[in-house]
């Protein structure tokens, strides 16, 4: 019972920490990155320059980036929520809400990240990894430690 909680709560924090991570990526995208809409890796990718860009181009991309903060901001607090509760609690929706929600979410951000050449790749890439450890590490306790309970 101890080691299973000790897994739980492991898996618990690594999540809580992705999920910290994922609001202070929000509160950037909705506060700062629109200040400088385009970093160099931005301008190398589109092989173009700032001189070269349609202002109103420059105005759109800063509410996308607002409005993208803040579904990244609300998915870092759900993540957060439910790993210091419901998942604690070994809730096995809460397990199942984080397995599909993030592996869906961070493997997309990863992929693009990487198909971008994004400065970021390692950050995205450790969250996602932490992500799959912590429900890794978790999946017997949620599912089949239940099971034996049942069959008993």
């Known amino acids: 019972v101890r080691q299973t909680m000790n897994k739980i709560n492991i898996g618990s924090k690594l999540l809580a920490l ?3 991570i994922t609001v202070l990526m929000g509160l950037h995208f909705i ?10 890796e931005d301008l190398k990718y589109a092989q173009t320059t700032m001189a070269e860009i349609n ?35 070994k ?6 809400t984080v397995a599909i929600a993030s592996i869906v979410n961070f493997s997309v951000f990863f992929s693009v ?24 590490i978790t ?11 049942k069959g008993q």
Do not use: C, Q
């Open 31 to 40: 506060l700062i990155r629109p200040s400088f809409v385009f970093l160099p």
């Open 113 to 136: 990240n990487v198909l971008l050449k994004g400065d970021f790749v390692l950050l995205i890439g450790f969250m996602l990894l932490a992500t799959i450890v912590a429900l890794i």
């Open 18 to 20: 992705v999920g910290i």
């Open 55 to 89: 202002p109103y181009l420059v105005g759109w991309i800063k509410m996308v980036f607002r409005s993208w903060g803040s579904f990244v901001f609300a998915t870092g607090v759900y993540l957060t929520g439910i790993s210091l509760t419901a998942f604690r609690r």
């Open 139 to 149: 999946y017997k306790d949620f599912f089949v430690s239940a099971l034996k309970h």
């Open 91 to 96: 809730e096995k929706w809460a397990w199942l």
